[in-house]
Every structure is written in structure tokens, then in C-alpha cells.
Nanobody
Framework: QVQLMESGGGSVQAGGSLKLSCTAS????????MAWYRQRPGEGRELVST??????TTYTVSVKGRFTISQDNETTISLQMNMLKHEDTAAYYC????????????????WGQGTQVTVSS
């Protein structure tokens, strides 16, 4: 059973920085892609950033140039968030997916419990 554990959330003033981390455990094989999502109160879950096994990264437009996703090791990713804005306030979730029959499926299968990021303006 795969478990994802997030850490690093908290409260910060606008313009500040936070770093989130996520560690996956419980599965022998390496994931093919991991991601950060966020969810603001009353809204749906939004894809923030992803990183693949080859190190390729994606970002939603609103965080480009401010957030950086990285692979610390085979089971841990981080999200460095700089120049935080009030609208970045949300619960941030780590997600992962693993190869099935040799290919990486489109949907993320495993999710963490989330960590809260609050940015005061």
C-alpha cells in the first residue's frame, strides 16, 4: 500500500517562501510521475506542478517563475514556493502514479492527506 506523507506547510506573509516535501513509501517500484495539487476552500482540486522519472517538469501558469518542483531522491519530491501570494492559500496535496504494464497511466492513483499553506496579505 503506497503512502504519501507531506510536510512543510504553514503560514507566511505575502512575498515570503515555503518549501513542501512529500515522501512516498510502501511500494517497491519507482513511481513514474509525482505531482502537487492544491485546493482552495469551496473550489475543486487544481494541478500545480508535476515531475516525471526523467526529471521533466510542468507548472500551472499562475505559479511559473515562483514555484520549483524537484526530485530529492527516488521517493521524495519538494516544492519550493517563492513570492507567495494570498491566492496561493490552499491545502496542498502530493500525488503519485506508477507504471502499469510498462506505461505510465494518465491519472494519479495515490494521494497524501494534504498540508495547509496560508498566505496573509
Amino acid at each position: 500500500q503506497v503512502q504519501l506523507m507531506e510536510s512543510g506547510g504553514g503560514s507566511v506573509q505575502a512575498g515570503g517562501s515555503l518549501k513542501l516535501s512529500c515522501t512516498a513509501s510502501g511500494y517497491f517500484y519507482r513511481n513514474c510521475r509525482m505531482a502537487w495539487y492544491r485546493q482552495r476552500p469551496g473550489e475543486g482540486r487544481e494541478l500545480v506542478s508535476t515531475i516525471g522519472v526523467d526529471g521533466d517538469t510542468t507548472y500551472t501558469v499562475s505559479v511559473k517563475g515562483r514555484f520549483t518542483i524537484s526530485q530529492d531522491n527516488e521517493t521524495t519530491i519538494s516544492l519550493q514556493m517563492n513570492m507567495l501570494k494570498h491566492e496561493d492559500t490552499a491545502a496542498y496535496y502530493c500525488a503519485a502514479k506508477y507504471y502499469r504494464g510498462g506505461y505510465c497511466p494518465p491519472d494519479f492513483t495515490y494521494w497524501g492527506q494534504g498540508t495547509q499553506v496560508t498566505v496573509s496579505s
